[in-house]
């Protein structure tokens, strides 16, 4: 079993940064794909970034650019930088560890952004 904790999400006005971080309980980064994804009210949970184990990234259209995920894996850690945000990036984001036989969700942290 594996626990993701999140960390980092809040309120900010639009044009701000924030910088989300999920931690795993224990040493799977360097055979997951991990990613971020977010669910606003209403709307499905959709792909924001993701970075496999060998380190290549992708990104959903409407964060390309501002947004970048990058991993740390001695310290089982990945990381959202989130610049420029817009009212339409509010949502509850959720770290993703991709495993071969599993997959694991963290709890979710809130990200607001006011206009």
């Known amino acids: 079993q594996v626990q993701l904790v999140e960390s980092g999400g809040g309120l900010v006005q639009a044009g701000g940064s924030l910088r989300l971080s999920c931690t795993a309980s224990?040493?799977?980064?360097?055979?997951?794909?991990m990613g971020w994804y977010r669910q606003a009210p209403g709307k499905l949970r959709e792909l924001v970034a993701g970075i496999t184990h060998g380190g290549i990234t992708n990104y959903g259209d409407s964060v390309k650019g501002r947004f970048t995920i990058s991993r740390d894996n001695a310290k089982n850690t990945v990381h959202l930088q989130m610049n420029t945000l817009k009212p339409e990036d509010t949502a509850v984001y959720y770290c993703?560890?991709?495993?071969?036989?599993?997959?694991?969700w963290g709890q979710g942290t809130q990200v607001t952004v006011s206009s």
């Open positions: 993703n560890a991709d495993l071969v036989n599993a997959a694991y």
């Open positions: 224990r040493n799977i980064f360097s055979f997951a794909n």
